[in-house]
């Protein structure tokens, strides 16, 4: 079997889901189907979530008006008034599952509360993916990801049981595979074992797709984009930007933990451990070759491979009597940000000074703070960027640094780190 994931803007329009048709028509082998929510809607369901844990949830609700109105009509559009008809049981299903969430505002945990909420994206959008199917003669079966990925309970970013989920995974989905050709499920989401729902990471539908195919052993993933590629840097920000035909699994994990946006960061260790290859591709036209990430490629030269990190903050981070930064002091302020389920993007340190980038993520951001400040002197460095050059040349770094202001530099002979304002 091989593994297709499609994200939200391969979906966000009914036209755009029917174009897909050719391309799973064209599998030549059995398909796992993982699709992300519909474009713009995992945001949307951040708002509701938002007002719920701040008591207004007349605000929810009225959020949550919306989402149904949207999507009851792009379910109309897609498979006319009677597979409107007859669908709209199980999507009202997935309204009564938000609210419930709805409810929960302000007597759980916000995380809690969240991934309540954000996980029905996937649930809308796969329903209506697999009935589409249906309607057009692929007979298929939808399956609920949360029963076959288990997590533990660190709600919106939990660790996956791989030998539990392995076993679900396996005992739901080949037996289903002896009566249909496709499976259709969802990215991104999982449970815990008092089955309360939990939430991958933002972008970790193609984390779900790497673990389907790790416990499937399936002979390839395909993530389809509106790209043609990866490129060695965004197209958006770098218009000179170029495709990679071919790009290792080690070069990838690298220009993830680096930030790039294109692969999720935990998606290719899954790959790796048994040589599934992953490919990149253009959904807008399946014929460009795309980009294959596997163990090894031919001998090869990349080009400069620039990632851009935005929404970041510096923080700056000094004893208060002036003492040294130990090992001890350090590992002490880690614990504090792991405690606070902040990731630390880059680190420096000095005699008496400790120099931490982290993703701006407000409330989470003012409780660290608070805590750190008890003990040290913490002064923050706003609307920054870590940039980010492998394998880079001083002429790349000359350009990208026009006209942006040095916080910090970090230089290895391949690598060189930047953050600048």
């Known amino acids: 079997m091989k593994i297709y994931k499609f994200g939200g803007a391969s979906i966000a329009t ?4 029917k174009n897909l048709l050719s391309i799973i028509k064209n599998a030549d082998i059995p398909l796992v189907i993982v699709v992300s929510a519909f474009g713009k809607t995992t945001n949307a369901l951040e708002q509701i979530a938002a007002a719920a844990n701040d008591g207004d949830k007349d605000k929810a609700r009225e959020l949550l008006l919306h989402i149904e109105l ?3 009509n792009y379910a109309l559009e897609l498979l006319g008034e009677e597979g409107f008809q007859q669908l709209l049981p199980r999507l009202q299903e997935c309204y009564t599952e938000i609210q419930w969430a709805i409810d929960d505002g302000g007597i759980q945990s ?7 909420i954000v996980c029905v994206g996937e649930l809308l959008s796969t329903t209506l993916f697999s009935e589409y199917l249906r309607s057009e003669g692929l007979h298929n079966k939808w399956l609920d990801a949360r029963d076959m990925i288990r997590t533990d309970s660190i709600y919106r970013d939990p660790n996956v049981d791989l030998e539990l989920s392995g076993t679900l995974t396996r005992n739901i989905i080949l037996p289903a595979l002896q009566e249909v050709k496709y499976i259709v499920t969802q990215g991104f989401i999982g449970c815990t074992d008092e089955n309360n729902s939990t ?3 933002r972008e970790g539908s193609d984390y779900s797709a790497a673990l389907f195919a790790y416990m499937l052993d399936a002979v390839s993933v ?6 043609k590629g990866l490129y060695n840097a965004d197209p958006r920000l770098f218009p000179n930007a170029v495709q990679i035909d071919e790009i290792t699994y080690i070069e990838v994990i690298e220009m993830a933990y680096f930030g790039a946006q294109v692969i999720h960061p935990k998606t290719i260790k899954p790959l790796e451990n048994k040589n599934i290859p992953l490919y990149v591709k253009c959904f807008l036209d399946e014929s460009i070759k795309g980009t294959c990430i596997k163990k090894e490629i031919d001998a090869y030269q990349y080009p400069p491979i620039i ?8 923080l700056n981070i000094r004893s208060r009597d ?7 002091s350090i590992s002490k302020i880690y614990n504090t940000f792991a405690a606070h389920q902040i990731k630390i993007n880059l680190m420096q340190n ?7 980038g982290v993703t701006y993520e407000a409330e989470r951001l003012k409780k660290l703070v608070d805590v750190l400040s008890r003990d040290h002197i913490v002064t923050l460095d706003k609307d920054v960027e870590i940039l980010t050059i492998r394998h880079y040349t001083n002429n790349i770094l000359e350009d990208v640094m026009r006209g942006k202001l040095r916080l910090l530099e970090q230089k290895t002979p391949n690598t060189i780190r930047v953050v600048v304002q």
């Open 14 to 17: 009914p036209a755009a889901m």
């Open 70 to 72: 949207s999507h009851n």
């Open 110 to 116: 916000k995380d809690y509360v969240y991934d309540q």
């Open 199 to 201: 939430t991958l990471g």
């Open 222 to 227: 395909t993530i389809w984009k509106d790209v």
């Open 307 to 314: 990632v851009v990190k935005k929404n970041q903050v510096l």
């Open 322 to 328: 002036l003492s040294f930064i130990t090992d001890d």
């Open 350 to 356: 000095s005699a008496i000074n400790l120099r931490l």
